[in-house]
Every structure is written in C-alpha cells, then in structure tokens.
C-alpha cells in the first residue's frame, strides 16, 4: 500500500483537511483515456489521472472534456494520481488538496491490547476505528476506509462497518434473498458484490433504517471476510468468524472462543 498525505506547502486551494491520505495504487484499466478514445482523440499522458479507487483512466482538468472529474462526479471516488513519470502527485476531488507520495514505509500500528469478546457488552456498542479498514474482491479494492465503526458485541468477532462513500458501491446489487432482523440494531439488507460473471453472494449487508441507539450505522456497509477474496486492518489480514450468519473480523488482539461454530448458536 502507498501512503499518500497532503502537500506540505500549501498546496491546499480550499484550505481544507483532507482525511483520504492512505489509498491503494491500483493498476490502470486502460493506457489511456476511454472516453477521448470513443471521440478519436488521445491526450498526451502527463494530462491522464488514475483514479486510486478503482484504476479508471481519465484526462486531467486541464484537458478538453475533463473526464477524470466526470469520473469523479459519477462515482465519488475520492482520490487520483497523475500518470506522468517524471511527477509524484494526487488530487484530492473531495478536499480540493494535492497529496504527495511519501516514500518512507508504511508505519505499523503499536500492538494494541488483547480484547476478550466475553468483555463485549450486550447489547453492542459501537466504536469510531481510524486504522485502515480494506475489503478486496475479483482483483478489485471493493473498500477502503480510516472511518470504519467497529461494533462490540459479547461472544462475537468485531464487525467492521465502512461508510459508502468508500465503497465502491457500483459493484453491489441488492440480493436475492431476503433480509433478516437483528434485535438490536433492526432490519439488515443483504448485497452481491458483482464484477463480470464473478458474483459474491450476500457478501455484504447493511442497515438502511436502523433502530434508534444506532442511527450511526445507517447506510454503512460489513463485508463477510469468508465471502470475499481477503479483508485487511493496518494491513493485518484478517480470520473469518465461523458459520454462514455472524460475519465477524479476527484479528491478533482478539480472544476467543467465539460464537459462530456448530453448536455455539445458544451460546
């Protein structure tokens, strides 16, 4: 993973923060910009942006048509580079803010303390989370978030929450199957993750309406480690919770034993 932080120099038009500072580097969907080539034309590449969200080829704002920012109108994908090889740079549609490319590794995160899920409290709270929360799937970076919720409930495997705007919300579709209710939290929709004849059932859900004590959650979208290619925290893969229902994160500093194998549904 790259990291990628605001300009140092005030490189900020808007003067605003900007919060999309870690991002993946995802290869080009294409050598040029797809919709200058439908019309004929292709600009040089010191004018193409790659869209850091999904790999989307576009020409930049200076360039006639802009479609690197149509790019971003119609998806929300926040941030993108510059493809030019002799320039290390993004923008951030978002924020209005240039980010550069540090080259110093990634930093891991200081060990945190070991939680038991038999500490959780029921009913289940829920916990703002800033570590870098990614969800891949079919060779795409479906999620990547440093806004997650963790929810914390008693016997189970945290769950992830990640807010839609860094999902890339266009590769789900509604599922077939119903939805289900959690005396909590309320009604949950289920979601395919689809790309190409590659399709993740019900690999993902959500709370369009919750319950009132968590109103945060609405919207906001859990992935089933188990039905995707790989869920990372601070770049720590992650152990899927046991069973088809629960849906719960495993990483080093959680303990056990948890809800979810045969015979645990009583528990």
Do not use: N
Not at 54 to 66: E, F, I, L, Q, T
């Amino acid at each position: 993973m790259t990291r990628w932080a605001p300009r140092p120099d005030g490189g900020r038009p808007a003067g605003k923060p900007c919060s999309h500072t870690w991002t993946a580097d995802p290869p080009p969907l294409s050598e040029t910009c797809a919709s200058c080539a439908a019309r004929g034309s292709a600009p040089a590449v010191a004018d193409l942006l790659l869209c850091l969200t999904c790999g989307h080829v576009g020409c930049s704002d200076s360039s006639p048509g802009a479609h690197a920012t149509g790019h971003f109108d119609s998806s929300a994908h926040p941030v993108a580079r510059t493809l030019a090889r002799d320039r290390e740079w993004a923008w951030c549609y978002e924020d209005e803010v240039y980010l550069d490319r540090l080259e110093e590794p990634v930093p891991r995160s200081a060990p945190r303390t070991p939680e038991s899920v038999w500490d959780y409290p029921r009913p289940p709270v829920m916990r703002e989370d800033d570590r870098v929360v990614r969800v891949e799937c079919a060779g795409q970076v479906v999620a990547e978030t440093r806004r997650a919720i963790r929810v914390l409930e008693t016997s189970h495997p945290p769950v992830f929450y990640i807010p839609p705007r860094d999902v890339r919300t266009e590769l789900l579709f509604p599922a077939v199957a119903g939805r289900t209710w959690c005396e909590w939290k309320g009604s949950a929709r289920y979601w395919d993750v689809v790309r190409g004849d590659d399709v993740r059932a019900r690999a993902a859900w959500s709370y369009p309406r919750p319950e009132p004590g968590y109103a945060p959650l609405a919207g906001f979208l859990a992935f089933y480690p188990s039905r995707v290619d790989r869920c990372t925290v601070d770049g720590e893969e992650v152990t899927a919770q046991e069973g088809d229902f629960y849906g719960g994160w495993i990483t080093a500093e959680v303990r056990g034993p948890f809800k979810g194998a045969p015979g645990t549904r009583l528990w």
